[in-house]
């Protein structure tokens, strides 16, 4: 059987499809300016991802990750998610959003099949929640995630990027909201892109007194399975929820990785932090196209490298993380 497998024996279950590169926020460390509209927003159609993601279920991948930019700005998004529900073999569907429409949004979300939603909160404190995103929403994205929460089918995570000198001190309000909810909340460490230079060198933080804190607290750290982010996890027996950390500057964060990425305009990337990346649309314009696309990823994923090389400062063709979804 065909199989997403690199030269370095590292298997490929997990894709990330941004559906969209516009979005309504304006976060410090990813779109400062807000988004500046190209002139041309040309994205994947549903029809080019049924096709894209019939050809990835063949390939073996389970679990497919919504993103974007804000994907919830589709008219059309729960129409995808039906479509790719349709499609048997993938078993995870899964949603990252700003949370900006949740509080309406939450009950189709729950009605179309997610699984699981992932929602940026880089702040519990409204007026620095503002203060990052460009939006006072903390409160109505906290209502649309306690609605979801409703539905315990749904896994709920959230994402905080760590920023220095301005939310390194909420590890208290990350402890009560996880003491009785049973949600991951996530700190991620600042990465650097082509556009972030300047933010990064003044609010990089490494996220390793992050983890020593959790862990003297006693939480503990738990296994990953096949499909799961790039979050190290820890649970605590007194706490219903848990505490994850995305390092991705640490030694060996790539050699588990397990996902690949297609941008919204239909370009496989083998790596956040990678060059360019292949048009993929000419092949997903018809179902009869499926197995020559099949051939394609699977020619295409030889070329995948070991690892990234954001230590160096290197940081491929992303500009920011809202072209490709983080
Ligand atoms: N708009 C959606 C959102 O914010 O959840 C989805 C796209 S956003 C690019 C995906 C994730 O990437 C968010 O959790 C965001 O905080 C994170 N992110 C964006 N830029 C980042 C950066 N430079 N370093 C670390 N995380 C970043
Ligand atoms: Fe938009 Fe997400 Fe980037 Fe914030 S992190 S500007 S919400 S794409």
């Given amino acids: 059987m065909l199989e997403l497998k690199d030269q370095f024996g590292r298997v490929f279950p997990y894709l990330r499809l941004s559906i969209t590169e516009?979005?309504?926020?304006?976060?410090?460390?990813?779109?400062?300016?807000?988004?500046?509209?190209?002139?041309?927003?040309?994205?994947l159609t549903?029809?080019?991802?049924?096709?894209?993601?019939?050809a990835f279920a063949q390939l073996g991948t389970k679990k497919i990750r919504l993103t974007g930019g804000e994907p919830t700005i589709r008219?059309?998004?729960?129409k995808i998610i039906g479509a790719i529900r349709d499609i048997k073999t993938i078993e995870t569907i899964a949603l990252t959003t700003n949370g900006y429409k949740l509080e309406q949004q939450a009950q189709s979300l729950i009605d179309a099949g997610l699984d699981a939603i992932?929602?940026?909160?880089?702040?519990l404190s409204a007026y620095k929640f503002k203060a990052i995103t460009g939006h006072d929403k903390l409160q109505s994205i906290l209502n649309g995630l306690f609605e979801v929460a409703k539905t315990k089918r749904i896994k709920i995570k959230t994402n905080s990027v760590l920023l220095k000198g301005f939310n390194d001190d909420e590890l208290p309000s990350i402890l009560r909201m996880v003491k009785n909810n049973n949600i991951t909340m996530r700190f991620i460490e600042l990465m650097r892109t082509g556009d972030n230079k300047e933010y990064f060198e003044k609010h990089h933080l490494s996220t390793d007194f992050m983890s020593e804190q959790i862990e003297e607290i006693g939480f503990k750290r738990i296994s990953r399975n096949s499909v799961s982010g790039p979050?190290?996890?820890?649970?605590?027996?007194?706490?219903?929820?848990?505490?994850?950390?995305?390092?991705?500057y640490s030694k060996d964060f790539c050699a588990s990785c397990n996902r690949l990425r297609i941008s919204a305009r239909g370009e496989l990337k083998l790596c956040l932090f990678g060059d360019g990346g292949l048009d993929l649309r000419p092949f997903l314009q018809s179902e009869n196209q499926i197995d020559e696309l099949k051939l394609l990823i699977l020619?295409?994923?030889?070329?995948?490298?070991?690892?990234?090389?954001l230590a160096g400062g290197y940081t491929g063709s992303t500009k920011h993380l809202a072209q490709i979804g983080g």
């Fill in 299 to 309: 020619k295409t994923l030889k070329f995948k490298l070991p690892t990234h090389n």
């Fill in 231 to 248: 979050a190290r996890e820890y649970a605590h027996e007194d706490y219903e929820g848990r505490i994850g950390i995305i390092a991705p």
């Fill in 46 to 54: 549903q029809s080019e991802i049924t096709n894209l993601i019939s």
């Fill in 118 to 123: 992932n929602v940026s909160i880089d702040s």
């Fill in 75 to 78: 008219n059309d998004l729960i």
């Fill in 22 to 43: 516009a979005c309504n926020f304006r976060c410090q460390y990813c779109l400062p300016n807000g988004f500046q509209k190209p002139c041309d927003m040309n994205y």
